[in-house]
């Protein structure tokens, strides 16, 4: 209902022509956009990343409506530095997918537009436990799907309910994080591997050596195994956020300095990873609160960006939030991540 009202609202404004109203309001001096995956195959994949074609037109919005496309490091410096009402966009990728090079890297490249990857070890050591795309194998390949931890199971006919079963699975996930482990005898049951999917959707580390290469890439850390780090004790949360670094930097022979919390809500993350995040010798780190940054010296540790895609995502949203919008809409609705 909440999604519906805002769509709503977004066409409203929109239509109304209070947008810029509203950006001087609500929009910040700038903003660190999430991406995940770029998709060829949009439908395919049930729509869970973002089409090429949208990636393009999102670089071209941001530039037509003064936006200017630059690193986290440019940004932070600019704020503090620069006195005039400029504003800066920043794009930022999560988990090294294989189409943040093959798809998404020719645009940003025609778009001369300079990006941050925030790649965990697993993924690239073949070891991560990617639930969200076991869980997508599973809809997107069975006409029928049994979640015994839930205790149901999902009719999937077509591509909308394949889509919404999707959505419910993982929204339940994400209220619980501990609920990932209770996913396994499903994918055991189903003879899906979780271990085989790196080797299909993520960068391996000759990839991710020449990517860091690239004069427009940046590389961040998004811990060892991915996990939500407030179920963590401390010694292992800051475990997986220094050796995440230690091994980057040592198979990218330069520095990491910036992290990004994963799942990045204040389930999975808060003031205590803030803290262990300057004790693994991080810079920066940035989290998926929704949020622009309006002051020039912001929480570096408690970073919000604003998610760009899934399937209920679209133009006058995405303009939406960036033009404070969705500030808005929060503040009428009550506020949530």
């Known amino acids: 209902m909440k999604r519906l009202l805002g769509r709503t609202i977004f066409q409203a404004t929109r239509w109304a022509g209070l947008s810029p109203a509203l950006r001087r309001a609500f929009a910040g001096r700038a903003a660190i956009l999430m991406f995940h995956e770029i998709q060829q195959d949009w439908r395919s994949e049930l729509k869970t990343g973002v089409s090429p074609d949208f990636l393009e037109y999102s670089l071209k919005w941001l530039r037509q409506e003064g936006w200017e496309i630059v690193s986290l490091d440019t940004c932070l410096e600019r704020l503090v530095a620069d006195s005039q009402p400029r504003r800066y966009a920043v794009l930022t990728f999560d988990d090294g997918y ?8 020719p645009i940003l490249e025609r778009n001369n537009a300079p990006f941050m990857v925030y790649v965990p070890t697993g993924a690239v050591t073949r070891t991560l436990q990617p639930w969200w795309l076991g869980l997508r194998e599973l809809f997107r390949s069975r006409g029928d799907v049994a979640i015994d931890a839930m205790g149901m199971r999902f009719s999937c006919r ?11 699975v993982s929204t339940w996930v994400h209220e619980d994080y501990q609920r990932v ?7 055991t049951k189903a003879g899906l591997s979780l271990e085989a999917l790196n080797d299909t959707y993520f960068l391996n580390e000759r990839e991710l050596q020449v990517l860091a290469r690239h004069p427009l890439a940046s590389i961040g850390g998004h811990t060892e195994s991915h996990p939500a780090l407030a179920y963590l004790n401390a010694a292992s949360a800051r475990a997986e956020m220094a050796d995440n670094r230690t091994y980057l930097e040592g198979l990218l022979q330069c520095p990491v300095r910036h992290v990004a919390f994963p799942y990045g809500n204040s389930r999975a993350c808060g003031p205590r990873e803030q803290h262990l995040a300057v004790e693994a010798g991080f810079s920066t780190a940035v989290t998926t609160r929704h949020g622009q940054i309006s002051d020039c010296k912001p929480n570096y540790f408690g970073l919000p960006r604003i998610a760009v895609g899934g399937p209920f995502d679209g133009r006058v949203a ?10 808005a809409v929060q503040m009428l609705l009550g506020r949530s991540e």
């Open 158 to 168: 077509d591509f909308d309910e394949k889509a919404s079963g999707l959505e419910k």
């Open 181 to 187: 482990e209770m996913l396994s005898p499903t994918f």
């Open 318 to 327: 995405f303009e939406g939030r960036m033009n404070g919008v969705r500030s």
């Open 98 to 105: 294989k189409d943040n090079v093959a798809t998404a890297l």
